[in-house]
């Protein structure tokens, strides 16, 4: 990727992301790669790197341990072992097991999880397990850096016989040195070694009285060591057996030295990838510290940011000790067409214009480099080719160059060095000489780059350069927000508005002589000044419309709740009113089959009797029967509106189809087509809703053969008491209320009923949990479910019976 100047990683606060994810790092390998670490342009780079990214970012999140830690640099060590009959020392063993056992517990980890993690698994192939070498060190070196007694069978027999010696000599020089101090003879001292060999320390007067060699003398000459002549042939032999010691571990070490040679390029293989790994890693945690989310790599030059955090102010707010140390930081929200090569961002100073830019410019080398960025994984950034900045900071005493002067030999780099699909970033664009011609000479280089195809963001506060892009076909405006009531910015950026600098209202709000203020706005010329105040007006209206879009957005959320809350309402309420009247019509048709058998009774009797006329007594029956047929008709009816709610077809409802709400029973006439949106009208009501939320619905032929049968005079063994379609047990005690809904229920399936109520109240949730237990224990009991919240959420408990 090309970038230009030197100096823009640091200028766009990549160094500082570098330097935050260095520390993250758990070697000196990870931390040279860090150091050398460069965003790439090639977009399948781009893409693996993201994507490893993105997987290591899982890796972190789900419990399983990662076997990755600090691992040690040992280069220095192989380099060491190369030579022929070396020896590394101990330590580096331990060392060079750590890595190993890193490297083949890493391998392990990413192979067992290939499916989930292909590219992390793809580059931990590249590790190379040494079990051998793993077995070799282990068996012969501890933990702590100490050859084992177990590592040859020499060693041990030679250790062994040593231990011995040493134990025999610690009691001969005890037994010396107690027979010396029982006559007097022995300082205060205890035995001590003298030049590798025990000792006993002997008063100076008395050295003569003890057999054996004087091996020093301490310094005020009162004390003479001395080796007992009883001790003198196990110290020479316990020497010889560290001679022959020292001699088995040189052995032993060469020999493992050899073997770590012979290994040596695995295990620098094994340093790179784990290095490679763990810089990925580093990367994800550092996404990870700054709420960071992979984007949308966009294949074109669209550009779209959004909810982005400038990296390095959140950076800045994780190292804040305090609370009142963090700053807010608004978010961006930016967005490009493919078209739009050229934003032009005016505003006041300190209005966030600088910030906007180079977030858009550090979230680019982020990704590029592979991390993940603050900003919503929705947003869709695209590859550049090269980065282009020039922040006009560059003057230089030592090359005698002026701010302008260096921004024009920046110009001429660019131009040379310049791809297409590069991202050129220009701050204060035209500042550093004279405004008219500073203006025409940066259209003119932006013209030219437009030309070669570049994405550049310009901040300015130049007119002739608004004007520029509000005429150019491949530019476009934008700004960053000013609350003009306070005259202080709110960092919100606005694309296609240009910006005010507010230069004579902060000049005013600071109280600045009002004459000096009217002379600047005559030499500041009419035509310019309604310029100026034209753009204020605009951006006023702007913020107006955005503050009554957002309150009509809120409102049209709040109708759209309310919508649903009531539509549902009114599903239920017709739902519930069915069943009543279905109930209803059944009690009547019971009561209606038991008049009628006592009508029979009564006018069998009566014809016995002869006391009654034959067409009286038939009109009475033609009463009867019609009082039948109209129940029977009603539950006909609604026998065919239940029927009609399950023949769903699978057309697409049309203008006056007969149709049903998805989430719901609703049914009605489909009157209106609207996009997405449809009028339906049910019951007399016109209920507005998603069209995708309709199916069409057929009527289905009334079967009056099925409807009579099934209504047909009834089981006389039925109750003629009616039962309500609810009970209330609210406040009763949980004895009293359990009784009277086993009554209740006993009531209700008596009478055939489908679906009751029980109203218990919301209360601590005991009476209903009661209620409920009990209910579930009952075979005649289907279902048991806490109503909806508007019939009465858990204060109410619906129940389904068999």
């Given at each position: 990727?090309?970038?230009?100047?030197d100096t823009?990683?640091?200028?766009l606060?990549f160094?500082q992301?570098?330097y935050?994810?260095l520390?993250?790092?758990q070697?000196?390998?990870?931390?040279?790669?860090m150091?050398?670490?460069?965003?790439?342009?090639n977009?399948?780079?781009?893409?693996l790197?993201?994507?490893?990214?993105?997987?290591?970012?899982?890796v972190?999140?789900?419990?399983?341990?990662f076997?990755?830690?600090?691992?040690?640099e040992?280069?220095?060590?192989?380099?060491?072992?190369k030579?022929?009959?070396?020896?590394?020392?101990?330590?580096?063993?331990?060392?060079?097991l750590?890595?190993?056992?890193?490297?083949?517990?890493?391998?392990?980890?990413?192979?067992?999880?290939?499916?989930?993690?292909?590219?992390?698994?793809?580059?931990s192939?590249?590790?190379?397990?040494?079990?051998?070498?793993?077995?070799?060190?282990?068996?012969?070196?501890?933990?702590?850096?100490?050859?084992?007694?177990?590592?040859s069978p020499?060693?041990r027999?030679?250790?062994?016989?040593?231990?011995k010696r040493?134990?025999d000599?610690?009691?001969?020089i005890?037994?010396?040195?107690?027979?010396?101090?029982?006559d007097?003879m022995?300082s205060?001292?205890?035995?001590?070694?003298r030049?590798?060999?025990?000792v006993i320390p002997?008063?100076?007067?008395?050295?003569?009285?003890?057999?054996?060699?004087v091996?020093?003398?301490?310094?005020?000459?009162?004390?003479v060591?001395?080796?007992?002549?009883?001790?003198?042939?196990?110290n020479?032999?316990?020497?010889?057996?560290e001679?022959?010691?020292?001699?088995?571990i040189?052995?032993?070490?060469?020999?493992?030295?050899?073997?770590?040679?012979?290994?040596?390029?695995?295990?620098?293989?094994?340093?790179s990838?784990?290095?490679?790994?763990?810089?990925?890693?580093?990367?994800?945690?550092?996404?990870?510290?700054?709420?960071?989310?992979?984007?949308?790599?966009?294949k074109?030059?669209?550009?779209?940011?959004?909810?982005?955090?400038?990296?390095?102010?959140r950076?800045k707010?994780?190292?804040?000790?305090?609370?009142?140390?963090?700053?807010?930081?608004?978010?961006?929200?930016l967005?490009?067409?493919?078209?739009?090569?050229?934003?032009?961002?005016?505003?006041?100073?300190?209005?966030?214009?600088?910030?906007?830019?180079?977030?858009v410019?550090?979230?680019?080398?982020?990704?590029?480099s592979?991390?993940?960025?603050?900003?919503?994984?929705?947003?869709?950034?695209?590859?550049?080719?090269?980065?282009f900045v020039?922040?006009?900071?560059?003057?230089?005493?030592?090359?005698d160059?002026?701010?302008?002067?260096?921004r024009?030999?920046?110009?001429?780099e660019?131009l040379?060095e310049?791809?297409?699909?590069?991202?050129?970033?220009?701050?204060e664009?035209?500042?550093?000489?004279?405004?008219?011609?500073?203006?025409?000479?940066?259209?003119?280089?932006?013209?030219?780059?437009?030309?070669?195809?570049?994405?550049?963001?310009?901040?300015?506060?130049?007119?002739?350069l608004k004007?520029?892009?509000?005429?150019h076909?491949?530019?476009?405006?934008?700004?960053?927000?000013?609350?003009?009531?306070?005259?202080?910015?709110?960092?919100?950026?606005?694309?296609?508005?240009?910006?005010?600098?507010?230069?004579?209202?902060?000049?005013?709000?600071?109280?600045?002589?009002?004459?000096?203020?009217?002379?600047?706005?005559?030499?500041?010329?009419?035509?310019?000044?309604?310029?100026?105040?034209?753009?204020?007006?605009?951006?006023?209206?702007?913020q107006?419309?955005?503050d009554?879009?957002?309150?009509?957005?809120?409102?049209?959320?709040?109708?759209?709740s309310e919508?649903?809350?009531?539509?549902?309402?009114?599903?239920?309420?017709?739902?519930?009113?069915?069943?009543?009247?279905?109930?209803?019509?059944k009690?009547?048709?019971?009561?209606?089959?038991?008049?009628?058998?006592?009508?029979?009774?009564?006018?069998?009797?009566?014809?016995?009797?002869?006391?009654?006329?034959?067409d009286?007594?038939?009109?009475?029956?033609?009463?009867?029967?019609?009082?039948?047929?109209?129940?029977?008709?009603?539950?006909e009816?609604i026998?065919?509106?239940?029927?009609?709610r399950?023949?769903?077809?699978?057309?697409?409802?049309?203008?006056?189809d007969?149709?049903?709400?998805?989430?719901?029973?609703?049914?009605?006439e489909l009157?209106e087509?609207?996009?997405?949106?449809?009028?339906?009208?049910?019951g007399?009501?016109?209920?507005?809703?998603?069209?995708?939320?309709?199916?069409?619905?057929?009527?289905?032929?009334?079967?009056k053969?099925?409807?009579?049968?099934s209504?047909?005079?009834?089981?006389n063994?039925l109750?003629?008491?009616?039962?309500?379609?609810s009970?209330?047990?609210?406040?009763?005690?949980?004895?009293?209320?359990?009784?009277e809904?086993?009554?209740?229920i006993?009531?209700?399936?008596?009478?055939?009923m489908n679906?009751?109520?029980?109203?218990?109240?919301?209360?601590?949730?005991?009476?209903?949990?009661?209620?409920?237990s009990?209910?579930?224990?009952r075979?005649?009991?289907?279902?048991?479910?806490?109503?909806?919240?508007?019939r009465?959420?858990?204060?109410?408990?619906i129940?389904?019976?068999?």
């Open positions: 990727m090309k970038l230009y100047p823009l990683l640091e200028k606060g160094d992301i570098r935050a994810t520390e993250l790092t070697s000196v390998r990870s931390e040279e790669l150091e050398a670490l460069s965003p790439t342009s977009p399948q780079r781009v893409e790197l993201t994507e490893q990214t993105k997987e290591m970012l899982e972190i999140a789900s419990a399983d341990p076997p990755l830690g600090e691992f040690p040992v280069r220095d060590y192989l380099g060491a072992a030579a022929e009959g070396s020896i590394i020392p101990l330590p580096a063993f331990v060392d060079i750590k890595i190993s056992a890193m490297s083949r517990q890493v391998k392990s980890f990413f192979k067992s999880r290939s499916d989930q993690l292909p590219r992390m698994s793809k580059l192939e590249g590790l190379i397990p040494m079990k051998e070498l793993e077995k070799s060190i282990k068996e012969k070196i501890s933990e702590h850096g100490e050859l084992r007694d177990n590592a020499e060693l027999a030679i250790r062994k016989k040593l231990n040493k134990s000599l610690r009691t001969t005890n037994r010396s040195m107690k027979d010396a101090s029982k007097g022995a205060d001292e205890g035995p001590t070694i030049n590798g060999r025990m002997i008063q100076a007067e008395f050295k003569r009285k003890i057999q054996g060699f091996h020093d003398v301490s310094a005020s000459g009162q004390t060591y001395i080796e007992p002549v009883e001790a003198l042939n196990l020479n032999e316990i020497r010889q057996f001679a022959e010691e020292q001699r088995e040189e052995r032993i070490l060469k020999e493992l030295t050899r073997h770590v040679n012979n290994n040596s390029e695995y295990i620098d293989q094994n340093l990838f784990l290095a490679e790994i763990d810089v990925v890693f580093a990367k994800a945690k550092l996404t990870q510290k700054l709420d960071g989310e992979i984007p949308i790599i966009a074109n030059q669209y550009l779209s940011v959004k909810e982005a955090y400038n990296p390095i102010l950076l707010n994780l190292s804040a000790k305090k609370k009142e140390e963090k700053e807010t930081i608004i978010p961006l929200f967005r490009l067409e493919e078209d739009e090569q050229c934003l032009m961002i005016t505003g006041p100073n300190a209005g966030g214009k600088s910030v906007a830019m180079k977030t410019g550090l979230l680019a080398l982020m990704i590029q592979g991390y993940g960025v603050p900003a919503d994984p929705t947003s869709e950034i695209p590859i550049f080719s090269g980065l020039d922040l006009g900071d560059d003057q230089s005493i030592e090359n160059l002026s701010t302008f002067s260096s024009l030999k920046w110009m001429r660019t040379e310049f791809e297409p699909g590069s991202l050129v970033l220009i701050d664009a035209a500042a550093g000489t004279d405004p008219e011609e500073g203006g025409a000479l940066f259209q003119s280089f932006i013209e030219k780059l437009l030309d070669r195809n570049g994405k550049i963001i310009v901040t300015t506060h130049h007119g002739s004007v520029f892009a509000h005429e076909p491949k530019a476009v405006n934008g700004s960053m927000e000013f609350d003009q009531a306070t005259l202080s910015p709110t960092y919100k950026f606005k694309k296609g508005i240009p910006g005010s600098s507010y230069a004579f209202e902060i000049a005013e709000r600071m109280n600045l002589d009002k004459k000096v203020l009217e002379r600047s706005r005559v030499l500041l010329g009419e035509a310019k000044d309604k310029m100026e105040s034209l753009i204020t007006e605009l951006e006023t209206k702007s107006q419309a955005a009554l879009k957002e309150k009509y957005s809120r409102l049209q959320d709040k109708a759209e919508r649903k809350k009531y539509e549902n309402k009114i599903q239920a309420i017709e739902k519930d009113k069915e069943k009543i009247r279905e109930k209803a019509l009690e009547a048709k019971s009561i209606m089959d038991s008049a009628n058998q006592r009508v029979e009774q009564a006018v069998q009797k009566i014809v016995e009797q002869n006391k009654a006329d034959k009286e007594i038939k009109e009475i029956r033609k009463e009867v029967d019609q009082e039948k047929e109209d129940i029977n008709r009603s539950l009816e026998e065919d509106r239940k029927e009609e399950e023949q769903v077809t699978d057309d697409p409802p049309q203008k006056g007969h149709v049903r709400f998805k989430d719901g029973n609703t049914t009605g009157v087509i609207n996009g997405n949106n449809a009028v339906v009208q049910a007399g009501l016109r209920l507005k809703t998603k069209y995708k939320n309709l199916v069409k619905v057929e009527k289905q032929k009334k079967k053969s099925k409807a009579r049968s209504i047909m005079v009834g089981d063994s109750t003629t008491e009616m039962v309500k379609p009970i209330e047990v609210r406040g009763m005690r949980t004895e009293d209320a359990l009784h809904v086993t009554q209740y006993d009531r209700a399936v008596y009478r055939n679906h009751v109520e029980i109203i218990h109240g919301k209360g601590d949730g005991i009476l209903r949990s009661q209620i409920q009990y209910l579930n224990t075979k005649d009991v289907k279902s048991v479910e806490t109503a909806p919240i508007e009465g959420g858990s204060g109410c408990t129940v389904e019976l068999k």
